[in-house]
C-alpha cells in the first residue's frame, strides 16, 4: 500500500472518530442517577420553590449531576455552546424554579422529535433541585 493511502485511511479515521463523538450528543443517551444522601428527603410531590437554595451540599451535589447529565447538551459550567439553552440565564427565584421544574419533568419533544430527554424521574426531586442551586451560583444577568 502506498504511504499517500495509509496517510490518508489515518486522516478519514480520525474525521469519523470526531462524526461519532459529535453524534454522542443524542437525547436517548444514558442518563446517570446521583446519590442525594444527606439532603432533606423530598418524595415524588414537586416543591413549587427550590428547597435547597444556598445549601453548601446540593451546590456541591448540583455540580456533579449537572456535569454528568446536563453539560453534554448545555456545556461545561453551564455555558452553552449552543446546541440547547445557556442555563446560566434562567431567572432568578421562584419564577426560573417554576420553568426549570417544568423543563426537567417534561423534556422537550416536538413533533416527535426529542430535544431534551424527561429527566425525571430517572434524576430525583432531590438531585434536580440540587442541579438548581448550582445554577443560581453560575446565574448571569441577561
Ligand atoms: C440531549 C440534550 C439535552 C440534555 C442532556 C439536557 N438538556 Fe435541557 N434542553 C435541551 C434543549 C435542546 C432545550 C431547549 C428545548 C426547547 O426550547 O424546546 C433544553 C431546555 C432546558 C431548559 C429550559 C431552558 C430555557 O431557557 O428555556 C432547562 C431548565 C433545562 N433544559 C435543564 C436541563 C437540565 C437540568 C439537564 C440535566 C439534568 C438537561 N437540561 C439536560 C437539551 C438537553
Given at each position: 500500500?502506498?504511504?499517500?493511502?495509509?496517510?490518508?485511511?489515518?486522516?478519514?479515521?480520525?474525521?469519523?472518530?470526531?462524526?461519532?463523538?459529535?453524534?454522542?450528543?443524542?437525547?436517548?443517551?444514558?442518563?446517570?442517577?446521583?446519590?442525594?444522601?444527606?439532603?432533606?428527603?423530598?418524595?415524588t410531590t414537586?416543591?413549587?420553590?427550590?428547597?435547597?437554595?444556598?445549601?453548601?451540599?446540593?451546590?456541591?451535589i448540583g455540580?456533579?449531576?449537572?456535569?454528568?447529565?446536563?453539560?453534554?447538551?448545555?456545556?461545561?459550567?453551564?455555558?452553552?455552546?449552543?446546541?440547547a439553552p445557556?442555563?446560566?440565564?434562567?431567572?432568578?427565584?421562584?419564577?426560573?424554579?417554576?420553568?426549570?421544574?417544568?423543563?426537567?419533568?417534561?423534556?422537550?419533544?416536538?413533533?416527535?422529535?426529542?430535544?431534551?430527554?424527561?429527566?425525571?424521574?430517572?434524576?430525583?426531586?432531590?438531585?434536580?433541585?440540587?442541579?438548581?442551586?448550582?445554577?443560581?451560583?453560575?446565574?448571569?444577568?441577561?
Amino acid at each position: 500500500m502506498n504511504k499517500f493511502i495509509v496517510t490518508a485511511g489515518a486522516a478519514l479515521a480520525v474525521v469519523v472518530a470526531a462524526a461519532i463523538g459529535t453524534a454522542s450528543v443524542r437525547a436517548d443517551e444514558a442518563i446517570h442517577p446521583v446519590k442525594t444522601d444527606g439532603l432533606k428527603p423530598l418524595g415524588t410531590t414537586w416543591a413549587k420553590v427550590n428547597p435547597y437554595r444556598g445549601n453548601k451540599l446540593a451546590i456541591k451535589i448540583g455540580a456533579d449531576a449537572f456535569n454528568q447529565n446536563c453539560a453534554r447538551c448545555h456545556g461545561l459550567e453551564a455555558i452553552s455552546g449552543g446546541i440547547a439553552p445557556d442555563l446560566r440565564f434562567l431567572p432568578e427565584g421562584a419564577e426560573g424554579d417554576e420553568w426549570f421544574a417544568y423543563r426537567v419533568q417534561n423534556g422537550s419533544v416536538r413533533d416527535g422529535r426529542v430535544y431534551m430527554p424527561k429527566m425525571y424521574p430517572t434524576l430525583s426531586q432531590e438531585t434536580l433541585w440540587a442541579i438548581r442551586s448550582w445554577l443560581d451560583t453560575v446565574r448571569q444577568d441577561n
